[in-house]
């Protein structure tokens, strides 16, 4: 599968998650490349994916992956903290390692459910469209809102 491709069927997946109120487990990312394939091919493709769906600085939905424990990876604390770093220190704390798994959950809960909401918006907009906007790509977005179609 091409690179593009898998990059749109990461978006879906992290689309209809959103839509669900659910997670994505890595594995199931992973599982779109063959064994060979490095990992930074793979996370390059994530991040594509999220890029789609939103600016970072508005709404990440990469707070949709999940590691055993629930939260997702260092990944998605790095953009937090990069994009947004007045909120991240206001709950992590100044000069933070980032390690407190509580703190974490604090931020990803905040932060799905802006994506919750975002995919919901998403949605109501698109029951009300006639159907031509399913037909589209959006070229420009503007922040917070997806450059897919509406599911």
């Not at 060979?36 to 709404?59: H, N, V």
């Amino acid at each position: 599968m091409p690179d593009i491709e898998r990059t749109h069927a990461i978006a879906f997946l992290l689309r209809q998650a959103a839509a669900k109120h659910r997670v994505v487990p890595y594995q199931q990312i992973h599982r779109l490349f063959e064994a060979s394939e490095p990992l930074d091919l793979r996370y390059r493709a994530l991040e594509d994916a999220i890029s789609l769906l939103s600016d970072c600085a508005a709404l990440d939905y990469g707070c949709l992956m999940a590691l055993d424990n629930g939260l997702p990876g260092d990944d998605f604390f790095r953009r937090y903290k990069r994009h947004r770093p007045k909120e991240f220190v206001a709950v992590m704390g100044y000069g933070s390692a980032g390690g407190s798994l509580s703190k974490k959950r604090v931020i990803v809960e905040a932060e799905r459910a802006r994506v919750f909401a975002h995919a919901a918006e998403s949605l109501e907009m698109s029951s009300r469209d006639d159907g031509s906007v399913a037909k589209t790509v959006f070229h420009s977005r503007p922040r917070g809102r997806s450059q897919l179609p509406p599911l």
